[in-house]
């Protein structure tokens, strides 16, 4: 048999070495996928911006879509889950719970089939049906702070859908009255502050504390995939209505232009948080 020569045995050497990286590199990779964040996104069509990440799971993250966004909330404090997209007042709720984003700012949206109503100054002299669901909310106090910053009279009553209606998202779903306007909107045309925080990343601080670059690395994912939503539209709907968030893809695509698509930390964060307040 011939003699391997000088050339040959550093291609082995060098393949060898290769062997080795790839093994260390899928061992390291079951590790991480061990210890993956485990994130709850709420149903609703206000997390649409994460429709991406339920789409194409990360080997640091999963993501479980949620009942409701107070079952995810008690997952989160029973430790069921590391983190969850949640209400901002449900967030601030709770204990043992950091806030890290803000993803949206509060989905409140005005319907009516009146065509001469398409901004806040048009519910002047009017009286306004706000969804009974939202009495005493971040949404509610947020619409009447705007009322009364723009100095607009607008009588609001609370019950089931009237004409004009302010409702959220979700529940606009189900209705084919057409949507005027978003309070974010809104609140930026007529006030110099961010809108009210809608959904927000909140963290368990006790996970937070021993997380590493796993969770990093989903904060990052999650960054990316509101840059994502802003710019695919047809992609964002699509992806919204397979993971269940909205009822189908017209519905996605109609409600598309009301949905904030942000991811706020620090300074902007803390002003988000206190606009609602």
Same mark, same amino acid.
């Given at each position: 048999?011939?003699?391997?020569?000088?050339?040959?045995?550093?291609?082995?050497? /060098?393949?060898?070495? @290769?062997?080795?990286?790839?093994?260390?590199?899928?061992?390291?990779?079951?590790?991480?996928?061990?210890?993956?964040?485990?994130?709850?996104?709420?149903?609703?069509?206000?997390?649409?911006?994460?429709?991406?990440?339920?789409?194409?799971?990360?080997?640091?993250?999963?993501?479980?879509?949620?009942?409701?966004?107070?079952?995810?909330?008690?997952?989160?404090?029973?430790?069921?889950?590391?983190?969850?997209?949640?209400?901002?007042?449900?967030?601030?709720?709770?204990?043992?719970?950091? /806030?890290?984003? *803000?993803?949206?700012?509060?989905?409140?949206? /005005?319907?009516?089939?009146?065509?001469? /109503?398409?901004?806040?100054?048009?519910?002047?002299?009017?009286?306004?049906?706000?969804?009974?669901?939202?009495?005493?909310?971040r949404e509610d106090r947020a619409l009447?702070?705007?009322?009364?910053?723009?100095?607009?009279?607008?009588?609001? *009553?609370?019950?089931?859908?009237?004409?004009?209606?302010?409702?959220?998202?979700?529940?606009?779903?189900?209705?084919?009255?057409?949507?005027?306007?978003?309070?974010?909107?809104?609140?930026?045309?007529n006030l110099s502050s961010l809108p009210?925080?809608?959904?927000?990343?909140?963290?368990?601080?006790?996970?937070?504390?021993?997380?590493?670059?796993?969770?990093?690395?989903?904060?990052?994912?999650?960054?990316?995939?509101?840059?994502?939503?802003?710019?695919?539209?047809?992609?964002?709907? @699509?992806?919204?209505?397979?993971?269940?968030?909205?009822?189908?893809?017209?519905?996605?695509?109609?409600?598309?232009?009301?949905?904030?698509?942000?991811?706020?930390?620090? *300074?902007?964060?803390?002003?988000?948080?206190?606009a609602g307040k």
């Amino acid at each position: 048999m011939k003699q391997r020569t000088a050339s040959q045995k550093r291609l082995l050497i /060098i393949a060898f070495c @290769a062997l080795i990286l790839l093994l260390g590199l899928l061992v390291w990779q079951g590790v991480r996928r061990g210890d993956a964040a485990r994130v709850g996104i709420p149903h609703s069509v206000s997390a649409a911006g994460a429709a991406m990440l339920l789409q194409s799971p990360g080997a640091q993250y999963s993501c479980v879509v949620g009942s409701t966004a107070q079952a995810l909330a008690e997952a989160l404090e029973k430790g069921d889950l590391d983190a969850a997209l949640l209400p901002a007042d449900l967030a601030l709720s709770l204990t043992g719970v950091r /806030i890290r984003a *803000a993803v949206g700012y509060a989905p409140l949206v /005005i319907l009516s089939d009146d065509p001469e /109503i398409r901004s806040l100054q048009d519910l002047e002299g009017r009286a306004l049906t706000l969804d009974e669901s939202l009495q005493n909310t971040r949404e509610d106090r947020a619409l009447r702070a705007l009322l009364r910053a723009a100095e607009v009279r607008c009588a609001i *009553a609370y019950g089931p859908a009237g004409d004009p209606f302010a409702c959220s998202l979700d529940t606009a779903a189900g209705l084919d009255t057409p949507i005027c306007f978003s309070l974010s909107k809104a609140w930026r045309q007529n006030l110099s502050s961010l809108p009210p925080a809608g959904l927000c990343l909140a963290v368990r601080e006790d996970y937070l504390a021993q997380a590493g670059t796993d969770f990093a690395a989903f904060e990052r994912a999650l960054k990316s995939a509101m840059s994502y939503a802003a710019d695919k539209r047809k992609k964002t709907v @699509a992806m919204t209505a397979a993971a269940g968030l909205a009822p189908d893809e017209d519905t996605a695509d109609r409600l598309y232009p009301f949905c904030d698509f942000v991811y706020l930390t620090g *300074a902007e964060l803390n002003a988000a948080l206190q606009a609602g307040k």
